[in-house]
């Protein structure tokens, strides 16, 4: 016996009758990124929808230009611009049906605009003067995740207990590439597969995790062959193709609502702008790379598509610029005005139920603001 079966380690070749649990051939995802602008599948695909795609592409990309704007201004704390990754987050959105929930990262701010949060809302975590900024609930769209794939698991346990419910939920859960090098994913992708949970993964995969190429994060063939081990279907799609992003994203939805399981999804996209204001993206990639990404912007490609097909004139560009401009206006002038912040407010939500260390920090936050304002009050009476 050698010193490995001495130890155990030994394992004996299966019986010739042994066959896998699940044909891997069916999950690995094509070889190539589906696209469906510019090719033959761009015939069939609905004038309606191609609009609203464009209409909220355009104001996507105005509302990352103003939040960048806020930024620098000093209105907002940080911003994760996600200029070149909008189709990817608008097409998240309109997959979904109004019972079922987005579980973003915190790049994701317009998928949570376009699911209809409120635009000053969706920012208000990066603002830093509230919990999340809006209520989850209430729009289906869990609070943007900073901590890396996090928000994964959640979704699955959503998806898992709403079916359990025998609630008709999908969730939708968003994730860089950077977050599939995180455990949280790899835990999220065996329990959605084990349990068969509704759920469906969409990796962004932008290229870098900051500044780590994707080369150094996995030797993979893709992030979506990821899938294949978990024993869920992989989907490789053109993240700057809406059409094509859209259509890969119902198809997973209505999958996973029938009782299909999971999908992991992979969109090939680009991050034109730094990680956040506070990156100096020079540093590891050059002006080629990214000129060659802004020759394949998802904007100009859509608005190729309706142009060809005659859905789109002059005019109606130029009313969608207008809208996305007075989105712009409005969110400036609101994100302009001081917010009203209640300091009490801090222990607001923490849980259910407020726990005896909180009602402590409570008690002693109110004793140093009650003094502080008898001191300003002292103050005052003294100057006049």
């Given at each position: 016996m050698t010193v490995m079966e001495q130890r155990g380690a030994y394992r004996p070749s299966p019986p010739p009758a042994w066959q896998p649990r699940t044909d891997p051939a069916p999950l690995l995802p094509d070889a190539e990124p589906y696209r469906v602008l510019g090719t033959q599948a761009a015939a069939k695909a609905d004038p309606d929808l191609l609009r609203r795609l464009y209409a909220q592409l355009?104001?996507?990309?105005?509302?990352?230009?103003?939040?960048?704007?806020?930024?620098?201004q000093g209105r907002l704390a940080v911003y994760p611009s996600s200029t070149g990754q909008e189709a990817c987050q608008v097409a998240a959105a309109l997959a979904l049906r109004e019972r079922d929930w987005l579980f973003?990262?915190?790049?994701?701010?317009?998928?949570?605009?376009?699911?209809?949060?409120?635009?000053?809302?969706?920012?208000t975590l990066l603002r830093g003067d509230w919990h999340c900024g809006y209520d989850p609930h209430?729009?289906?769209?869990?609070?943007?995740?900073?901590?890396?794939?996090?928000?994964?698991?959640?979704?699955?346990?959503l998806a898992h207990a709403a079916r359990l419910k025998g609630d008709d939920v999908v969730a939708l859960a968003l994730v860089g590439d950077g977050g599939t090098s995180e455990g949280d994913f790899h835990e999220a992708l065996?329990?959605?597969?084990?349990?068969?949970?509704?759920?469906?993964?969409?990796?962004?995969?932008?290229?870098?995790?900051?500044?780590?190429?994707?080369?150094?994060?996995?030797?993979?063939?893709?992030?979506?062959?990821?899938a294949v081990g978990y024993g869920m279907p992989g989907r490789l799609v053109d993240g700057n193709d809406a059409a094509a992003v859209h259509e890969v994203l119902s198809d997973a939805v209505q999958h996973a609502r029938a009782g299909g399981g999971p999908t992991l999804v992979e969109a090939v996209t680009y991050r034109i702008d730094a990680h956040t204001n506070a990156d100096d993206a020079t540093r590891y990639r050059g002006d080629t790379e990214v000129e060659a990404w802004r020759a394949h912007d998802p904007i100009e490609l859509l608005e190729a598509e309706l142009t060809a097909r005659g859905l789109i004139d002059e005019a109606?560009?130029?009313?969608?610029?207008?809208?996305?401009?007075?989105?712009?206006?409005?969110?400036?002038?609101?994100?302009?005005?001081?917010?009203?912040?209640?300091?009490?407010?801090?222990?607001?939500?923490?849980?259910?139920?407020?726990?005896?260390?909180?009602?402590?920090?409570?008690?002693?936050?109110?004793?140093?603001?009650?003094?502080?304002?008898e001191q300003h009050g002292e103050r005052e009476g003294g100057a006049r």
């Open positions: 355009v104001r996507g990309r105005r509302y990352n230009t103003q939040a960048t704007a806020l930024t620098k973003p990262s915190y790049r994701d701010t317009l998928a949570v605009v376009a699911r209809g949060v409120d635009p000053v809302e969706a920012l209430t729009h289906r769209v869990a609070p943007l995740s900073t901590p890396l794939a996090t928000q994964l698991p959640h979704a699955v346990g065996n329990f959605a597969a084990v349990w068969q949970a509704p759920v469906v993964f969409l990796v962004q995969n932008n290229g870098f995790a900051i500044s780590v190429p994707l080369a150094k994060q996995t030797a993979a063939p893709s992030l979506a062959h990821k109606g560009k130029e009313a969608v610029r207008q809208d996305a401009e007075e989105m712009a206006a409005s969110l400036r002038a609101r994100m302009n005005r001081d917010p009203e912040l209640d300091p009490m407010a801090l222990f607001d939500h923490v849980y259910a139920e407020t726990t005896a260390q909180l009602r402590e920090q409570r008690a002693l936050l109110r004793a140093e603001l009650d003094a502080e304002q």
